[in-house]
């Protein structure tokens, strides 16, 4: 098959989970024997960088990128808020982008153009003009319920208000988009029951993020450290948010019970986190040329994510890893792990706190959730029975006729 991969960032370098889910998945395309090209928008916050790519993937590929600033304009933004229009996925449009999708979609056959995330569908509309592709959604989050669950959790009346209206305004758009596209193809269960619930046209399906387990080293046996340790770029604030909550909730009781333990933040940003209360025994390694060396360096992994969609790409890459992980039931949601099986759950500062106890009483625990982490992964989210999970779901009959493609 012929796929062209249309995608709201540049896939490499992989600098955070949503591109290692589009790398991974053209990785697997390529390996299954399907053509592949990657068009991607780079952005003030995530810029092409060529120098970083190898031949061999700029050949395989044929990536080609268009600059699209996507930076807040509170002009357009307050715009937004009189023609209803949905700003967050708008101001990804670029005519640039659009010029370069035309002259692709006239110089290949393709059989799948595949939207990655919702912030592509601007472009639906060239696509279904030039082209007689099959559309697919590779939707990375249903949007609409991060700005429902930020809401929630605001204790501002007026960022309360307004995330309402942000979650209104993308609850109506996803929905039309629904009726636009041949099908969705989600990374969580959760997102498909809630895309489903949406009724829709499109035939909804999950693909989980895929991995190659064997590119990941697992530590054995497990090498207790008394570190705790959140990967992930603070310039996302549903990250802020959780490690705001963490400090507030959770680290002064481990620290006052366990003064042994450090907590290390690290990725985007994260030295100019701006830490609310004593920054005792918390240390800010910002972005790491490694995440895998950075893993493996450290001990427990906690993910306190309050409000999201989607899976988490980091809790995949620490259970490959072998890496024990204490994450909240958001951002757990989706992957399928069980508690003290091959991860821990804990969703207040208090049950945090007992699975710091519960691993100083019985270290031994340790080993058998990485050793169950590890086996997990590679029975679930394993990259080729993934991908060629999604080519079938590319091959299945259409669910409406296409436009007729303009010459």
């Not at 697997?28 to 995530?46: F, I, N, P, Q, Y």
């Not at 110089?107 to 060239?126: C, G, H, K, R, W």
Request: charged content about 25%; some cysteine.
């Amino acid at each position: 098959m012929r796929i062209l991969q249309l995608c709201h960032k540049p896939p490499r370098p992989a600098v955070d989970g949503g591109c290692i889910v589009m790398n991974n998945l053209t990785k697997g395309l390529l390996e299954d024997g399907h053509d592949v090209k990657v068009l991607c928008a780079s952005t003030h916050k995530h810029p092409f960088k060529p120098h970083l790519l190898s031949e061999e993937y700029v050949r395989s590929t044929q990536i080609e990128s268009v600059y699209v600033d996507t930076r807040m304009n509170f002009v357009d933004a307050f715009s937004s808020l009189i023609t209803r229009d949905s700003y967050n996925v708008s101001r990804f449009f670029s005519t640039d982008m659009d010029i370069a999708l035309e002259h692709s979609l006239r110089a290949n056959d393709y059989d799948v153009v595949q939207l990655e995330s919702l912030f592509m569908t601007p472009y639906i509309a060239t696509v279904r003009r030039f082209s007689k592709a099959k559309v697919i959604l590779r939707s990375h989050n249903l949007e609409f319920k991060i700005y429902q669950r930020m809401a929630k959790i605001s204790t501002s009346g007026p960022k309360k208000a307004y995330l309402k209206l942000l979650a209104n305004r993308l609850k109506d758009y996803e929905i039309a988009i629904l009726d636009q596209v041949d099908g969705v193809a989600t990374i969580s269960p959760d997102d498909t029951r809630n895309f489903q619930a949406l009724d829709g046209k499109a035939p909804v399906v999950t693909i989980p993020f895929g991995i190659d387990s064997t590119d990941y080293p697992l530590e054995h046996p497990y090498n207790f450290k008394p570190t705790l340790f959140h990967l992930g770029a603070m310039d996302w604030m549903p990250n802020v948010e959780a490690m705001d909550w963490f400090l507030a909730e959770a680290w002064p009781g481990i620290l006052r019970e366990f003064p042994q333990f450090s907590l290390h933040l690290a990725g985007k940003e994260t030295r100019n986190y701006s830490i609310k209360g004593s920054n005792k025994g918390i240390a800010l390694d910002g972005e790491v040329p490694s995440a895998k060396k950075y893993m493996l360096s450290k001990g427990i992994m906690i993910v306190p994510l309050q409000s999201l969609g989607g899976i988490r790409i980091k809790i995949i890459e620490g259970m490959a890893m072998g890496k024990v992980i204490i994450s909240s039931s958001v951002g757990a949601e989706g992957i399928g792990a069980t508690h003290m099986k091959n991860i821990l759950i804990a969703d207040s500062g208090e049950e945090f706190i007992q699975r710091i106890r519960d691993i100083h009483e019985n270290p031994a625990m340790l080993e058998g959730i990485s050793s169950s982490a590890r086996r997990f992964v590679e029975d679930h989210y394993d990259n080729a029975v993934l991908t060629r999970k999604l080519v079938d779901f590319y091959q299945e009959n259409q669910t409406k006729p296409k436009m007729d493609r303009v010459s």
